[in-house]
């Protein structure tokens, strides 16, 4: 299993930085069924849609950017388009909007 934290996209977030935030008991659970997390390259092109993606998360700490956390299978055929250079987009399956847009800040290897 591999867990993944994304932070909302914006000018303070191209930088890669060793910050850790924290936000598991600010963010609460979303069901996979009304949202699902697109792939996107930096032109903006679906690159995968992650079906698999569970224990998503979604939430904001005053002060700080919006955050996207979820659990991916490790071994996922879709796991490798998770990059820095890709975006990450939430969309609402119910309205079919994006919610927010995100860019990868933390990825953790939990596999015993």
Known sequence: M???LLLETGDY???????KIILE????????????????????DL?????NAHAISYGQVINAP???SFDLP?????????LLANEYWLRDNRTGTVVR????????????
């Open 13 to 19: 977030l191209l930088q890669e930085t060793g910050d």
């Open 25 to 44: 008991s600010f963010t609460s659970p979303l069901s996979p069924q009304a949202y699902t997390i697109e792939v996107r390259n930096s032109d903006g």
């Open 47 to 51: 690159v995968a849609i992650l079906e």
């Open 66 to 68: 919006y955050s996207l």
């Open 74 to 82: 490790a071994d996922d055929s879709k796991a490798s388009n998770i």
């Open 101 to 112: 847009k995100f860019r990868l800040q933390k990825k953790t290897d939990t596999r015993v």
């Open 2 to 4: 591999t867990d993944y």
